[in-house]
């Protein structure tokens, strides 16, 4: 946190020219360990253009990214009284996790209209399905994007991006429980009436540490080996309690 | 406080884990049942994915076993040869089981599969337990005691293949302990249970064993059929989540000790009727979550969802 106050100070100290677009986060990599219940990030910088002097619509969007994964949509149906899934959708390419935030002059807009408008991250609002062909495609792909906002993993609408003066920016993402492990992209966009006028992107990783790592590892990497530590583990610690259990 | 389950990979409350080990193994201790059918159904309840639960569950299994045979078997209650013959059965049925699960999963139907044979099988337990234990209240209520004949013969004894069991004072045929055993077997793989709520009355009524041996008989079985389920989960499906059986080990080793010094000093028929209603209420709130529309038809499948 010192290390971020810091930075900020140090861009603040120096004003940016009119040609200058700085964008940094606060962490280049999120451990998941034992303890992780999520985590947040600030993703800070300064814009080029004075907010809101020349065009109505000036401000900045930031889309956070995660890693492609292939995934399967199923609907249910009812058989016999039972509700089962019954067809799906293959896509081998969507973005595990997507965010985005915008500044004031966007949020109040529907988050697709703004995207849409600027080509900004629209695929993952369309993802590219196995097949073409695959019926009633679109009730799919709008499957997949609720599904995922129902889960926190899509953005359902703007963040704020704030302003902190004419040129500094910065806004807080919170990365849920349940967040991907994978390489994410930052990718911010500074906009003017109906042009994109700068961007950058740079990369995030989001990865197990620590006992949690090495036991997710084991597990994939050694899985037979792990079915026998798993049953010899029970069987001690099971003996172990049996044996406590007799002295009292 | 909060612990992120590496396989799983999802974050869940510690206390509520150990809790759920302690509340089931209360009734472990109460009734002698080892738990895992309404363990995976609770698991399951918290959003553990169904495969997760099923496979690490058996892993649990492993360790409320061990300690149960060990018990039994320093009193010589053990039919070892019964035991192997059911455990042949037994090993075949959840590799079987296995397999059929990581045929399930790939179609997408193992969710379905696993409730499904949840709401058949703690249907029937239940409701022959509840009509079982409501019999031996008025029995008891009228102090009127039945005995049934020491040896019925049946088309069981017809069966080819008998062998002797000294230990259980049985000469029948190996056919029907290697299906009994194959049957709870495949549940185990399915299920994540031991099996015990089949094999017990199983033994009992199809085979006539002594009751004596059938506890630490069925524990054997369940002990290794459990270890077989986690050795092959962990290598075909990856879904033993070893901090997850731990956890609700810790807790059930609380509640095994509650239960099983509880259960001398409270009146075992009336909480025979609480058991076979939990079981009942277990089976009719999984039935209900198949048959009424889901709020969302639609559902995604990475890795273990």
Request: with cysteine; charged share 15%; net charge positive.
């Amino acid at each position: 946190m010192r290390a971020l106050a810091a930075a900020l100070l140090l861009i603040a100290a120096a004003p940016a020219s009119a040609d200058q677009f700085v964008v940094d986060v606060s962490e280049r990599t999120v451990a998941i360990t034992a303890g992780f219940t999520g985590a947040e990030l600030v993703v800070f910088g300064t814009a080029a253009e004075e907010q809101g002097s020349t065009a109505e619509e000036h401000g900045v969007i930031v889309v956070i990214r995660g890693p492609e994964q292939p995934t399967m949509v199923r609907r249910k149906e009812r058989n016999f009284g039972v509700w089962a899934n019954h067809g799906g959708v293959a896509f081998p390419e969507v973005p595990a996790f997507v965010w985005v935030a915008a500044s004031e002059a966007f949020v109040e807009k529907p988050l697709m209209e703004v995207l849409d408008r600027y080509r900004i991250g629209q695929d993952f609002l369309a993802p590219v399905p196995a097949d073409a062909e695959a019926e009633a495609l679109d009730t799919f792909q709008a499957a997949l994007v609720r599904r995922k906002q129902a889960n926190g993993l899509y953005s359902a609408a703007f963040g704020h991006v704030e302003f902190l003066g004419e040129h500094l920016f910065r806004t807080r993402v919170a990365f849920p429980a349940n967040v991907p492990v994978g390489s994410y992209r930052i990718e911010v966009f500074e906009v003017r009436g109906a042009n994109v006028v700068n961007a950058t992107a740079s990369a995030l990783h989001i990865r197990k540490a620590g006992l949690e790592a090495a036991v997710f590892r084991f597990a994939h990497d050694f899985p037979i080996l792990h079915g026998l530590v798993a049953i010899l583990v029970a069987l001690m610690a099971g003996w172990l309690a049996g044996a406590v259990a007799r002295r009292t | 406080m909060q612990i992120y389950l590496p396989v799983a990979e999802l974050s869940v409350d510690v206390f509520l884990l150990l809790g759920m080990g302690a509340g089931v193994g209360v009734l472990s201790g109460l009734f002698g049942v080892g738990g895992g059918f309404l363990m995976t159904p609770l698991l399951i309840f918290i959003g553990i994915p169904p495969p997760v639960a099923v496979a690490s569950e058996a892993n649990q299994l492993v360790a409320t076993s061990v300690s149960g045979v060990l018990a039994h078997w320093r009193r010589g209650a053990v039919d070892f040869k019964m035991g192997l013959v059911l455990l042949s059965g037994g090993v075949l049925g959840s590799a079987l089981g296995v397999w059929q699960f990581k045929l399930l999963r790939g179609i997408g139907q193992i969710d379905l599969a696993i409730s499904l044979c949840y709401v058949v099988f703690l249907g029937i337990v239940g409701a022959l337990m509840m009509a079982e234990s409501l019999r031996a209240l008025l029995r008891k209520q009228r102090g009127v005691a039945r005995r049934g004949k020491l040896h019925r013969h049946t088309w069981i004894h017809g069966l080819p293949l008998k062998m002797r069991f000294q230990k259980s004072r049985l000469y029948i045929s190996a056919v029907m302990p290697f299906l009994i055993g194959l049957l709870v077997g495949l549940l185990a793989a399915i299920m994540g249970v031991g099996g015990g709520f089949i094999m017990v009355p199983a033994m009992i009524y199809l085979l006539g064993m002594p009751t004596a041996m059938v506890a630490g008989t069925s524990l054997f079985q369940i002990l290794f059929v459990v270890s077989t389920v986690t050795l092959l989960q962990s290598a075909a499906n990856q879904t033993v989540d070893v901090i997850l059986a731990l956890l609700l080990l810790a807790g059930s080793v609380v509640g095994v000790q509650v239960g099983s010094r509880l259960g001398a000093r409270l009146p075992s028929e009336q909480f025979r009727v609480l058991l076979a209603g939990l079981v009942l209420a277990v089976c009719l709130k999984l039935l209900f979550d198949l048959v009424t529309r889901p709020d969302d038809l639609f559902s995604l499948h990475t890795g273990l969802l």
